[in-house]
Nanobody, 117 residues
Framework: QVQLVESGGGLVQAGGSLRLSCTASGSTSTIRGIGWYRQAPGKQRELVASISGTTNVADSVKGRFTISRDNAKNTVSLQMNSLKPVDTAVYYC?????????????WGQGTQVTVSS
C-alpha cells in the first residue's frame, strides 16, 4: 500500500506559477513510476507528466511544466510556469507499483489549480 498526499494548489492569474508537491508513504520501495494527472470539469483525466526511469511530459505543457523527483524524500514535484486558464483542473498525484508480480495504481486526493484570465 502506498499513500499519496498532494499540496500546493491554488488560484493564480494567467502567466503565473505554482508548484505542486506529492509525498509518498507506505511501501514506497514498490513504486516504479510516479507523476501527475489532471482532470478538468467535463473532461477525462489526462497525464501531465511522469517519471519512471524516463520522463514523460504531455505536449500541452511541455516547456512550461517541469517534473522532478526526490527519492530520498519520497516526493515528486511539478513546477508549473506560464500558466493558462486551460490548465485549470484538479491535479492528482499517481504512483504505479510492482511487487510480487502484481502491478498497482495509487492516487492522491487531488488538489485544485485555478488559473484566472
Amino acid at each position: 500500500q502506498v499513500q499519496l498526499v498532494e499540496s500546493g494548489g491554488g488560484l493564480v492569474q494567467a502567466g503565473g506559477s505554482l508548484r505542486l508537491s506529492c509525498t509518498a508513504s507506505g511501501s514506497t520501495s514498490t513504486i516504479r513510476g510516479i507523476g501527475w494527472y489532471r482532470q478538468a470539469p467535463g473532461k477525462q483525466r489526462e497525464l501531465v507528466a511522469s517519471i519512471s526511469g524516463t520522463t514523460n511530459v504531455a505536449d500541452s505543457v511541455k516547456g512550461r511544466f517541469t517534473i522532478s523527483r526526490d527519492n530520498a524524500k519520497n516526493t515528486v514535484s511539478l513546477q508549473m510556469n506560464s500558466l493558462k486558464p486551460v490548465d485549470t483542473a484538479v491535479y492528482y498525484c499517481h504512483a504505479s507499483t510492482y511487487y510480487s508480480g502484481i502491478w498497482g495504481d495509487y492516487w492522491g486526493q487531488g488538489t485544485q489549480v485555478t488559473v484566472s484570465s
